[in-house]
T-cell receptor, first 112, second 113 residues
């Protein structure tokens, strides 16, 4: 997998938007950008994924830079339940044998 | 549609005993993955199985650890002669096909005393 770089931790106030950045300067054309999050004492949970275009779902939005070397996960209104470790992962669909590789992620704290 | 079911949720074993961790994938999912998360560390891939076959076990320790996914029944991660260093959270995930995203279970927290 191509490597991603995320800040170790971020803080946000409740009900404010949160922008979680991810750098992936060595991304290849077949790499999808996936975001998972892990709440305390739980397994990782799928958040969103995309290839080139920005994506929206009920949980979040994914903004992908035009050169695809970075992306941003956007939580529109943070709640206390959004406090988690957020993982940005690249995964190519070109390689059949590729598993998700989790890095250290960004630990998001949400302040009331 | 129940998600990925792992049991037990918590497991305590004495050093030298065997630990068996079970994972029932989501309905319709035939690909199973096991990950381990040591305290205060990230998730590490262990093994990938597809019904009755081990596809990738590159993350499995060479000794004491084994995994299976029989034709009928859950996937089992087996740890023989456990040691204190095996204490960790073990997560199972499943997917519908190889390019699909993963759905994770809530994990089994193994404590070796």
């Amino acid at each position: 997998d191509a490597k991603t770089t995320q800040p170790n931790s971020m803080e946000s106030n409740e009900e404010e938007p949160v922008h979680l950045p991810c750098n992936h300067s060595t991304i290849s054309g077949t790499d999808y950008i996936h975001w998972y999050r892990q709440l305390p004492s739980q397994g990782p949970e799928y958040v969103i994924h995309g290839l080139t275009s920005n994506v929206n779902n009920r949980m979040a939005s994914l903004a992908i830079a035009e050169d695809r070397k970075s992306s941003t996960l956007i939580l529109h209104r943070a709640t206390l339940r959004d406090a988690a470790v957020y993982y940005c992962i690249l995964r190519s669909v070109d390689n059949y044998g590729q598993n998700f590789v989790f890095g250290p992620g960004t630990r998001l704290s949400v302040l009331p | 549609n129940a998600g990925v079911m792992q049991n037990p949720r918590h497991l305590v074993r004495r050093r030298g005993q065997e630990a068996r961790l079970r994972c029932s994938p989501m309905k319709g999912h035939s690909h199973v993955y096991w990950y381990r998360q040591l305290p205060e560390e990230g998730l590490k891939f262990m093994v990938y199985l597809q019904k009755e076959n081990i596809i990738d076990e590159s993350g499995m320790p060479k000794e004491r650890f084994s995994a299976e996914f029989p034709k009928e029944g859950p996937s089992i991660l087996r740890i023989q002669q456990v040691v204190r260093g095996d204490s960790a959270a073990y997560f199972c995930a499943s997917s519908r096909d190889r390019v699909d995203g993963y759905t994770f279970g809530s994990g089994t927290r193994l404590t070796v005393v």
